[in-house]
């Protein structure tokens, strides 16, 4: 069973940084592609970022292209997302996925 737990999310002025993390168990990671999508209140599910299996392999959605930068340990069943540069539009709850299941989520708010 694909279980799928993000973190790391929380309150961050314009301009910061965040990194989120999502721990994966109950499939074999190391062989999954994985992506991190989110969704913005009032609004649909936006992918933002992909990864293949090995990290060799990464892609960007153009709003976050230069700012977010994908990653992942598969010693330690982890995605990661590192979020600089962060901006009121970031705004969303931020949610690792594998095909189409994703964990509960994490929320990030840019505010001053």
């Known amino acids: 069973q694909v279980h799928l737990v993000e973190s790391g999310g929380g309150l961050v002025q314009p301009g910061g940084s965040l990194r989120l993390s999502c721990a994966a168990s109950g499939f074999t990671f ?3 592609t994985m992506n991190w999508v989110r969704q913005a209140p009032g609004k649909g599910l936006e992918w933002v970022s992909y990864i293949n299996s090995d990290g060799t392999y990464t892609s960007y959605a153009d709003s976050v292209k230069g700012r977010f930068t994908i990653s992942r340990d598969n010693s330690r069943n982890t995605l990661f997302l590192q979020l600089n540069n962060l901006k009121a539009d970031d705004t969303a709850i931020y949610y690792c996925r594998k095909e189409t299941q994703r964990g509960q989520g ?5 505010s001053s």
């Open 30 to 32: 190391s062989t999954s």
């Open 106 to 110: 994490t929320q990030v708010t840019v």
